[in-house]
C-alpha cells in the first residue's frame, strides 16, 4: 500500500486532507472530545510501536486531531465569569480593551472589545472574559484605538440568527471567531480609561500602525474627493475594505475580480515579490565584491528574511485579519521554501502552509477566503507542473509570461468557480478577460504604487499627489472595463443552489482529469467513480430529476424572519409527496417545483442600519428554493421595513409585475426601485379604488379599498386577500384601527379568511375586535423583530387574539412560518419545529 502512495505528492498533502477531514468530520458529529483525545493517543502509541503502521496511524492522528481542536475550540465549557453568562438582561458599566482596528462606516465604528469587567446597576463589579463587538455611533470615534482600555454603558445583547431555511448561520461564525456578544453605544457615552505606551510592548506598536493607516486613509480619499477608485486604492492598501459600497462589489463579482479588492495571497504575493526583486539585487551589487557569499545563495536567503519582516508589518498594518494572517503564512512558507532551496515542491509547501493555518485556528477550514485561496492555488500550482510535463511553453520570453499570465487566471478560475456558486450564487463568464486586465493593473501598477504612496505619506506627503492621482485614473479605467464586461450578455449568471456533494462531485472530475493527464490512470478511474457517485447521490435525492414529479397542485406561503419588518414568499406547484402529506413540506426540505411565484414586500431596516435583508435573507433564500424569476412583486406600502429589501430583489431577479398603491416616498430607496423597474422593463400595477380580484394562475387576489384623504402611509396600504380553492390569507399591511373599522364595515364577512397577517406587526392601534370579528381567522401570523425597540406585539393585542381562540405564530420567537394548503385545508409549521 505504501508503495501506492510513494508515487504521489508527498507526506504533507495526506496529513493536509486528514487534518481537514477531522475538522469537517468534528462540525458535523456531536461533542466526543473523550474518544478523538483516546483514539488520537492510541494512535500515537502505536506509531511508536509497530513501524509498518506508522503511516496509517498517523494519518489517522491527523483525523483525530482535527476533530478534538474544532471540538474544543466550539464546545469547551466556558467559565463562570465569561461575558456570555451576562447576555439580554441589564444595562451594565463594560471595561475593556479594543483588540481589533476599527472598521468604519456611516455614522458608527465597530471594534472587537476584550472584556476585563462589568458593573451592574446595583454597583457590583465583577471580573468577566470574552470578547463582543462594540458598535460605537456618532462622529469621531477615530479617535479610539486598538490597544486602549474604554469603559461604557450598554446591555450585551446575544447573537441570533434570522431563522430561516438555508440561512447563513451568524452566530456560529462569530463563535468561530470567539465573539460572544454585541452592545451598542453613542460616543457621548464612552471614555478612554489608558492608552497604550508610545514607547511600550507590540500594542503600542501595532497602535502606531493604526494611526498611520487611518490617516493615510483620510489623505487618499481627500485626494481623490473621497471617489469610487479612491476607496478601491484605500481597500488595496490597508485592507479597509468596509469603504467599498455594495454596488462596486456586485459590479466586480459580475466581472469576476471581486477578489481583488480585499488583501489576499496574491497582495502579499506581489508586495513580497517586489520587495524580494528590490532586496535581491541590492544585496547582489553589495556582494559582488564576494563570490563566495553569492555563489552559496546568501543573497537569496537575505532578500527572503527581510521580505517576510517586510511583510509580517504590513500584515499589522492592514488590520491582521484573519485572512491577512492567513495568506501571510502561506506567502512565508513559501518563501521559506526559497531560503532552503525546495522551491520544486510547491504543493507540500502550501499543505504545509494549510496545516500550520489550522492548527493555529481550526475554524478556519470553514472561511470562504481559506477555501478560495487554497482552491485557486492548488490549480494553479498542479495546472502549471501539467503544462510544464507536458513541455507546453514558448520560446519567446515575452509571449511565454503572457500565456503564463491566461493560465494562472484560467486555473485559477478552474479551482474557484465551484465554490463561488455555492457561496454567491453567481457564475461569470467573462471573469478570465477581466482578470486580465484587471490584476496587472490593479495588482502589479495600483498597489505598488499604493504601496509606494505609503511610504512617501511617511516621509514627503506632498508627493504622493502624482502618485495617487495616477493610481485612481487607473483604478477607474478597471471600473469602467468592469462595467463593459458585465453589460455584455451572458457575461454572468445567477445560480440557485449548489449542494456541497455536487461542488464534490465536480472536484473530483478535476482531479480525475488531472490524474489522467498525468498517466496515472487507475487514481483518475478512482476519481471518476466518486464523481459518479456524488452526482447519482444527487440525482436520487431529488427525484424531479427522474421526471417522478407529483401533479397535484398546492399553496405554499413562507413568512420570513426578517426582523421588524415583514416578507412572504408565496409559491404554487407540485411537491413531491402525497396530496395527503402536503403539510410534511411547510420546512423547505422537499423538493417543491413552483411554476407560479409571488413576493408580498421585502422586509427592511431605517435609521442607520445598513443592513439589506434582500441581499442577505430573501434573495438567499429564494435562491435556495431554485427561484431565479418572481411574477408578481407585491409592495403594501412604501415605508422602510417593507420596501428596502425589495432594491436588491429587483435588481438580481427577473420580476415581471410590481403591485403597489398610488403612495409615493422621496426615499432614496422608492426612487431606485422606481428607476429599476423603467429599466428592466417590470410594469407597475396599481389597483383601482374599489374591490378588484386579479387572478394568478390558480391564486385570485382580492385588494380591498376604504382608503380616506389625508391618512398616514400606514393606514393606505393596500388590503388584499389571497384565495387558493377553498383556502384564503389575508394582507392588511400596516392599517391602524380606523382603516380596520372603515373594512370591517363596508366589506364585513368579505374579509373571511382562514389566516391572517396581523396588522401593523401586532400593534396595540390594530388588530381591534371589531375588525377580527369579520375575518375570524383560524391562525394569525405576527411578523416582528427579536426584542424590537416598538415592543411589538402589544400584550393586549396577544390576549385577543388567543380569547378568540386564534393560534399565533410569532416570527421572532418561531421563525420563519411556513403556511401550506391542498386548496380545501392548510397546515402550517414554522422553523423552530424543525
Not at 487618499?220 to 475594505?241: C, F, N
Not at 498525468?518 to 457517485?533: D, E, M, P, Q, Y
Amino acid at each position: 500500500m505504501n508503495a501506492f502512495f510513494r508515487p504521489l505528492q508527498p507526506v504533507a498533502l495526506y496529513l493536509f486532507a486528514c487534518l481537514c477531514a477531522g475538522i469537517a468530520l468534528g462540525d458535523a458529529i456531536p461533542d466526543m472530545r473523550a474518544l478523538f483525545a483516546w483514539t488520537g493517543g492510541t494512535c500515537l502509541i502505536l506509531f511508536c510501536v509497530i513501524k509498518p503502521l506508522r503511516f496509517f496511524t498517523c494519518l489517522i492522528f491527523f483525523i483525530c486531531l482535527g476533530c478534538l481542536s474544532y471540538q474544543t475550540r466550539m464546545h469547551a465549557p466556558l467559565p463562570d465569569h465569561h461575558i456570555s453568562h451576562y447576555l439580554d438582561s441589564e444595562a451594565y458599566t463594560i471595561s475593556g480593551t479594543i483588540r481589533s482596528f476599527a472598521r468604519h462606516y456611516n455614522h458608527k465604528s465597530r471594534f472587537v472589545l476584550d472584556c476585563s469587567h462589568i458593573v451592574s446597576k446595583a454597583g457590583i463589579k465583577q471580573p468577566v472574559a470574552g470578547n463582543i463587538y462594540l458598535s460605537i455611533y456618532g462622529d469621531g470615534a477615530h479617535q479610539f484605538g486598538f490597544g486602549d482600555r474604554i469603559e461604557l454603558v450598554s446591555t450585551i445583547r446575544s447573537i441570533r440568527n434570522f431563522q430561516n431555511p438555508g440561512a447563513f448561520d451568524y452566530r456560529t461564525f462569530l463563535k468561530r471567531k470567539k465573539i460572544f456578544g454585541t452592545a451598542y453605544t453613542n460616543i457621548k457615552r464612552l471614555k478612554v480609561i489608558s492608552s497604550p505606551d508610545p514607547f511600550g510592548d507590540l500594542s503600542s506598536w501595532i497602535r502606531r500602525l493604526e494611526i498611520v493607516r487611518n490617516q493615510f486613509s483620510r489623505h487618499v480619499l481627500q485626494l481623490t474627493d473621497d471617489s469610487t477608485a479612491g476607496k478601491i486604492i484605500v481597500s488595496l492598501v490597508t485592507g479597509k475594505k468596509e469603504l467599498i459600497p455594495a454596488d462596486l462589489r456586485d459590479l466586480f463579482s459580475k466581472a469576476g475580480i471581486s477578489h481583488l479588492l480585499a488583501i489576499s495571497g496574491l497582495h502579499l504575493s506581489i508586495i513580497g515579490l517586489l520587495v524580494f526583486r528590490l532586496v535581491y539585487q541590492l544585496s547582489f551589487l553589495s556582494m559582488a565584491r564576494f563570490r563566495r557569499l553569492t555563489a552559496s545563495g546568501m543573497c537569496k536567503r537575505v532578500a527572503c528574511m527581510t521580505t517576510i519582516f517586510v511583510l509580517f508589518w504590513y500584515t499589522l498594518f492592514s488590520g491582521f485579519s484573519p485572512s491577512t494572517q492567513r495568506a501571510f503564512i502561506m506567502t512565508t512558507v513559501f518563501l521559506l521554501s526559497f531560503v532552503f532551496e525546495n522551491e520544486t515542491d510547491l504543493i507540500s509547501g502550501l499543505c504545509v502552509a494549510g496545516i500550520l493555518i489550522l492548527l493555529r485556528d481550526s475554524a478556519a477550514l470553514f472561511s470562504i477566503s481559506f477555501q478560495l485561496s487554497f482552491a485557486a492555488v492548488f490549480c494553479i500550482v498542479s495546472g502549471m507542473q501539467l503544462l510544464k510535463k507536458k513541455e507546453i511553453y514558448f520560446k519567446n520570453k515575452w509571449v511565454s509570461k503572457i500565456t503564463g499570465i491566461c493560465f494562472v487566471t484560467l486555473f485559477a478560475g478552474l479551482g474557484t468557480a465551484p465554490l463561488t456558486a455555492h457561496y454567491f450564487h453567481m457564475m461569470s463568464l467573462v471573469q478570465f478577460l477581466g482578470n486580465l486586465v484587471a490584476i496587472p493593473l490593479l495588482g502589479f501598477i495600483v498597489l505598488p504604487l499604493g504601496f509606494v504612496s505609503l511610504a512617501g505619506f511617511l516621509i514627503l506627503p506632498g508627493i504622493t499627489r502624482w502618485l495617487v492621482f495616477l493610481a485612481e485614473h487607473l483604478t477607474l479605467t478597471v471600473v469602467w472595463f468592469a462595467d463593459i464586461l458585465s453589460s455584455f450578455p451572458f457575461a454572468w449568471f445567477r445560480i440557485t443552489q449548489m449542494e456541497p456533494v455536487q461542488i464534490t462531485g465536480i472536484y473530483f472530475a478535476l482531479i480525475a482529469f488531472y490524474m489522467w493527464m498525468n498517466t496515472h490512470r487507475l487514481r483518475a478511474a478512482g476519481s471518476i467513480f466518486v464523481s459518479i457517485l456524488c452526482f447519482g447521490v444527487t440525482i436520487f435525492s431529488y427525484p424531479s430529476y427522474l421526471g417522478q414529479t407529483q401533479t397535484d397542485r398546492v399553496l405554499k406561503i413562507t413568512s420570513l424572519d426578517v426582523g421588524q419588518g415583514s416578507c412572504s414568499v408565496i409559491q404554487t406547484g407540485a411537491f413531491e409527496v402525497d396530496r395527503d402529506k402536503a403539510h410534511t413540506v411547510g420546512s423547505g426540505n422537499n423538493r417543491f417545483s413552483a411554476d407560479q411565484t409571488l413576493l408580498v414586500d421585502g422586509g427592511g431596516f431605517s435609521g442607520l442600519s445598513s443592513f439589506d435583508p434582500g441581499r442577505y435573507i430573501v434573495a438567499p433564500f429564494l435562491w435556495k428554493q431554485g427561484i431565479k424569476k418572481i411574477d408578481y412583486v407585491i409592495l403594501s406600502h412604501p415605508e422602510s421595513d417593507h420596501l428596502n429589501g425589495l432594491v436588491y430583489l429587483l435588481e438580481n431577479f427577473k420580476v415581471d409585475y410590481l403591485i403597489k398603491n398610488t403612495d409615493t416616498n422621496d426615499t432614496v430607496n422608492y426612487k431606485k426601485m422606481i428607476r429599476l423597474c423603467r429599466e428592466r422593463g417590470i410594469k407597475i400595477i396599481t389597483p383601482p379604488f374599489f374591490p378588484e380580484q386579479m387572478t394568478a394562475d390558480d391564486l385570485r387576489l382580492t385588494f380591498f379599498n376604504s382608503t380616506a384623504a389625508h391618512e398616514t402611509l400606514n393606514n393606505r396600504s393596500l388590503v388584499f386577500k389571497l384565495g387558493f380553492e377553498g383556502f384564503s390569507f389575508l394582507f392588511p399591511g400596516d392599517i391602524l384601527k380606523e382603516r380596520e373599522f372603515r373594512l370591517a364595515r363596508e366589506y364585513g364577512f368579505k374579509l373571511k379568511s382562514d389566516v391572517l397577517m396581523a396588522p401593523h406587526h401586532g400593534s396595540s392601534t390594530s388588530s381591534t375586535q371589531f375588525f377580527l370579528d369579520k375575518v375570524e381567522p383560524e391562525s394569525v401570523i405576527i411578523p416582528c423583530g427579536w426584542q424590537n425597540r416598538y415592543r411589538f406585539p402589544h400584550p393586549a393585542v396577544l390576549n385577543r387574539y388567543r380569547e378568540a381562540g386564534v393560534k399565533i405564530y410569532r416570527t421572532d420567537q418561531h421563525g420563519a412560518v411556513f403556511t401550506v394548503s391542498a386548496g380545501n385545508s392548510f397546515h402550517i409549521t414554522t422553523y423552530k419545529d424543525l
